[in-house]
């Protein structure tokens, strides 16, 4: 099990870049995979983007393929979202979570970091 917490949130304008952080802390980071998920108001919570536990795949939702990078540091046991030429659509509470290996579902989640982009 980990402890995980977003960070990186914010208001932005449309076009505009965002860098979301998640820091991990109670397991052995680098055996996780990790992901970022969102939930928009009144919406139900999207798959965003992921990272394999070794680092060599990445998976993106095609909404935000080419515009967003997932990233991990081992070293810092944190994983990253880099999101640009944002859109008010990208609008947001962002979430990520972990899941140990292989394992099919993500067992522990984050509190969420705001993202608002406005037109």
């Known amino acids: 099990q980990v402890q995980l917490v977003e960070s990186g949130g914010g208001l932005v304008q449309a076009g505009d870049s965002l860098r979301l952080s998640c820091a991990a802390s109670?397991?052995?980071?680098?055996?996780?995979?990790m992901g970022w998920f969102r939930q928009a108001p009144g919406k139900e919570r999207e798959f965003v983007a992921a990272?394999?536990?070794?680092?060599?795949?990445?998976y993106y939702a095609d909404s935000v393929l080419g515009r967003f990078t997932v990233s991990r540091d081992n070293a810092k046991n944190t994983v990253y979202l880099q999101m640009n030429s944002l859109k008010p659509e990208d609008t947001a509470v962002y979430y990520c979570?972990?899941?140990?290996?292989?394992?099919?579902?993500?067992?522990?989640w984050g509190q969420g970091t705001q993202v608002t982009v406005s037109s």
């Open positions: 109670g397991g052995t980071f680098s055996s996780y995979g």
């Open positions: 990272i394999s536990w070794t680092g060599d795949t990445m």
């Open positions: 979570a972990a899941r140990y290996r292989r394992d099919r579902e993500y067992s522990d």
